[in-house]
């Protein structure tokens, strides 16, 4: 009994110092990734942007405002956009699709070669009469007075092929209406597929004039667009070097 105690002792050992040597290298990430094993990603919860940590209004230049005018004896207001309401967004909350289609190519080449040669002799051939004083002279006064060359060369070549393409919907959400009437608007999208969880992000300031009819937006309609496409899982997680190896990348000088 007491071998299969200690062996059950030793055992426990073993498993706690697996999760402190986790626990130090990841967190509570490490931790959290572990008591995850065999179960499915969890997805997020449904949150308000505005109360994320970092989250921050956005301040653009803004030009002055302009009063409303009214005509007398008439129903249409001068400046207004439409003479009957449409259901397009255009309130904080309010909802619209973004069109995210991005098709990106970029091929680039570059060479460039360098080469230098450089060599410097000075000197005296016969110091004060060295040749006439003996041997032992000559081997202490100095013969020559500088002698240096150098030769330098790189030759560095770099190309770049890059095809990228990208189609799908989200829906945003309006997060805040600008003084001059653009919106600010952002969306994000969590799809699972077995143990991989796929997520869009799309953020950005839109006109209201651009909102098709439909209530939907192209992406390359967005300013200050920020797109993000990526995911998290056991494929994600595979991918992605161990964290000693990101250490030594970021540490090591060669």
Do not use: F, H, L, M
């Given at each position: 009994m007491s071998v299969f105690s200690s062996a059950s002792r030793l055992r426990r050992i073993a498993v706690s110092a697996l999760l402190l040597a986790a626990s130090a290298l990841g967190g509570c990430s490490s931790i959290d990734r572990l008591s995850q094993i065999g179960e499915q990603p969890k997805l997020a919860a449904i949150e308000n942007p505005t109360t994320q940590p970092g989250y921050k209004p956005v301040q653009m230049p803004m030009p002055k405002p302009e009063v409303a005018s009214y005509s007398p004896n008439s129903l249409w207001r001068n400046g207004s956009r439409a003479f009957f309401k449409d259901q397009r967004a255009t309130h904080v909350g309010d909802l619209l699709t973004v069109t995210v289609n991005i098709?990106?190519?970029?091929?680039?080449?570059?060479?460039?070669?360098?080469?230098?040669?450089?060599?410097?002799d000075s000197g005296i051939t016969d110091f004060i009469g060295a040749k006439t004083l003996g041997v032992q002279a000559q081997k202490v006064l100095p013969g020559r007075i500088l002698t240096a060359d150098s030769t330098a060369s790189s030759d560095g070549k770099g190309s770049v092929n890059r095809t990228e393409a990208l189609q799908t919907n989200v829906a945003a959400v309006v997060t805040q209406v600008l003084p001059n009437g653009n919106l600010v608007v952002e969306g994000k999208q969590e799809i699972r597929v077995n143990y991989e969880i796929r997520e869009l992000v799309v953020a950005?300031?839109?006109?209201?004039?651009?909102?098709q009819s439909d209530n939907t937006i192209d992406s390359s309609k967005i300013a200050q667009a920020r797109i993000a496409y990526g995911g998290r899982g056991q494929i994600m997680d595979v991918q992605q070097p161990r964290y000693g190896q990101q250490v030594m990348d970021v540490l090591l000088p060669f």
């Open positions: 098709t990106d190519k970029a091929n680039i080449e570059n060479e460039t070669q360098r080469s230098r040669t450089n060599k410097e950005g300031i839109v006109r209201p004039e651009d909102i």
